[in-house]
């Protein structure tokens, strides 16, 4: 059986409703490398057919939509090569292959001329916000759960997240980029990276009402479509508490300092009694001091880029990732030996040297 099964539903006026459904339930609809460029194959068929009115993303299983990228094969395939890995390597093997092509599938999707309606059930992390980020019409439910948890494994947040991180309210994207915390459907919606809040439940009577809508051109289509999606969210998503909405103010003052040396000591000398924060302020605890200094740089030099500059920078920095120890280690520690016990390249964020992070952001030769 194939990663990702496609299947094209028969409705009203000729037309077609499209459905690409991530097919790795074990691993929790991690994309692999085949599956992106299966992904990318068919999306762009589906774009040139005029019968195709709609097209659906979902994962199976009713657990993830997609937890993130396959880092663990990105990780035997570095520790195979021989250090310090050269520009000219890393330019062109497996890395750039996955990541590149990850990134062009992600901006097909931003780009895509036909509404694209994404079923975020349960969790959508990394590499799946990269892919439910740029929909047109964005899914969360009750059982959403929400990351770009990539400090903890010596990386930084990709798959555009220059870009829609940026576009949350005040500085929550920095805090959620550098703490990897977990946020909900209500978080989603609040800070932009969500469209609609539906029951989990409702799932099958929305692709059955999809089947009867009188689809018409593609502008009329994502009127279309919202009108349906509206009418099962406008009751729900009163129900779901937005822990980024209520802390909004107790996070500003966490992060209202100019150096991430600051903002990461604030943060972990918190005393609060909220669970939530409290989690947040662990997995930065336990994240790469060396991503957060990255990830600051990252977002503070990325807010004016255009879409298409935040993936080209995002490429340029994943790859420099790429041939530090620093991303091997965390997926080794959380991925791979599981002990949870990374051994990073700084303890103490004050010791991370500044030119190590200018170097992070100098060009691939």
């Known amino acids: 059986m194939s990663d990702v099964i496609f299947t094209e539903l028969s409705s ?41 009115a709609v097209v659906i993303l979902q994962g199976a299983g009713e657990k993830a939509f997609c937890a993130g990228g396959d880092v663990v094969s990105l990780y035997h395939y570095l520790n195979e090569l021989v250090t310090p890995i050269d520009d000219q390597v890393i330019k062109t093997g497996f890395a750039h292959d996955f990541f590149g092509q990850e990134y062009v599938l992600d901006q097909l999707i931003h780009n895509f001329s036909k509404p694209i309606m994404i079923w975020g059930d ?54 959620l980029g550098i703490t990897g915390a977990v946020f909900n459907a209500a978080d989603a919606k609040y800070i932009g990276l969500s469209d609609y809040t539906i029951d989990s439940l409702s799932k099958k009577d929305i692709f059955d009402h999809l089947l009867t809508v009188d689809w018409q051109d593609n502008n009329k289509n994502y009127q279309l479509l919202d009108q349906t999606l509206l009418g099962f969210s406008n009751d729900f998503e009163h129900h779901l508490h937005s822990e980024l909405k209520a802390n909004e103010a107790d996070i500003a003052k966490l992060l209202a300092f100019d150096n991430i040396v600051d903002i990461h000591t604030a943060i972990l000398n918190v005393k609060t009694e909220n669970k939530w924060l409290t989690q947040a302020k662990n997995k930065l605890q336990a994240g790469s001091p060396l991503s957060a200094c990255i990830i600051y740089r990252q977002l503070q030099t990325t807010k004016t880029l255009s879409l298409s500059e935040c993936f080209a920078s995002e490429l340029n920095l994943i790859l420099r990732c790429c041939q530090y120890s620093e991303t091997c280690e965390g997926v080794r520690a959380l991925l791979v030996d599981k002990d949870k016990n990374p051994n990073w390249s700084f303890s103490n964020i004050s010791d991370v040297d500044s030119k190590l992070i200018d170097w992070f952001f100098s060009p691939i030769n």
């Open 122 to 175: 349960g969790y959508v992390m990394g590499g799946g916000v990269g892919l439910f980020a740029g929909a047109s019409h964005r899914i969360t439910t009750e059982r959403t759960l929400m990351a770009m948890p990539e400090v903890t494994i010596g990386l930084y947040p990709d798959v555009g997240s220059s870009w829609f991180l940026n576009k949350a309210p005040g500085e929550l994207g920095l805090f």
């Open 12 to 52: 009203k006026n000729n037309k077609k409703i499209a459905v690409a459904e991530l097919n790795a339930p074990k691993s929790l609809n991690a994309l692999n490398l085949s599956m992106i460029k299966l992904l990318t194959q068919q999306l762009t068929a589906w774009q040139q057919d005029g019968s195709i």
